[in-house]
Every structure is written in C-alpha cells, then in structure tokens.
C-alpha cells in the first residue's frame, strides 16, 4: 500500500512562499496521478492542483483562487511531489493533504477527490496577515 508523507507546512507572512512536499514509499512504479487538495475548517476538501505520472501538470479542478500562484511539480527519480505557493494570502489558510490516484490511471480519468485512493496525513499552513 502505497504511503504519503507531506511536510513544508508552517506559518508564513502574507505575500511570503511555501513548498511544500509529499513523499511517497512503498509505490510499485510512479504511474499514477498525484493531486494537491487543501482544507478548511469546517469545509470539504478543495483541490489546488495534480499532476500526470510523466510530469505534466494538470489545474483543470483548480479555484480561480490559486490561479498563477499554485505550482504542482513532480521528481521523476524519487517520485515526490511538491506544491509551490506564493503570494500567499490569509485566505490560503488550511490543511493541505496529498493524494494519489490508482496505479495507470492518469489525471484526466479522475473524478474529484473521491477518485483518489491514498492519502497523506495533511500538513497545516497558516498564513498571518
């Protein structure tokens, strides 16, 4: 079963940077989608981004929110993913959570965070005004 790990989170000032990561273990291969998705308090989870097994980024589910501020990128040796934020705003305050998608099935054929099949266990990013 594959397993996911993020980290990076923490507090940042308003218009400060964060990259965060999602290490993966126990993968067969990296041929499956990876998506970004973040939390807020009391509401679903909000998908900020994903990424095809060959690198290419897909923000096709992403909020007009993150447009142009959201970078999801992928290693294709270690297979870790990574979220690059900037600009970042209080309003991006929340958890934000990896996910993987099953094994040979790319982004475009993934519906929603339902589609996902592992998840990490989220890390938390507060943004001070």
């Known amino acids: 079963r594959v397993q996911l790990v993020e980290s990076g989170g923490g507090t940042v000032q308003s218009g400060g940077s964060l990259r965060l990561s999602c290490e993966v273990s126990?993968?067969?291969?990296?041929?499956?989608?990876m998506g970004w998705f973040r939390q807020f308090e009391g509401k679903e989870r909000e998908e900020v981004g994903r990424i095809d097994p060959d690198g290419t980024p897909r923000y096709t589910q992403y909020p007009d929110s993150v447009k142009g501020r959201f970078t999801v990128s992928r290693d294709a040796a270690t297979g870790t993913v990574y979220l690059q934020m900037n600009s970042l705003t209080p309003e991006d305050t929340a958890m934000y959570y990896c996910?993987?998608?099953?094994?040979?099935?790319?982004?475009?054929?993934?519906?929603?965070?339902?589609?996902?099949?592992?998840w990490g266990q989220g890390t938390q990013v507060i943004v001070s005004a």
């Open positions: 126990n993968a067969v291969d990296n041929d499956y989608c």
């Open positions: 996910a993987a998608g099953p094994i040979g099935r790319w982004c475009a054929f993934i519906s929603g965070a339902a589609g996902f099949r592992a």
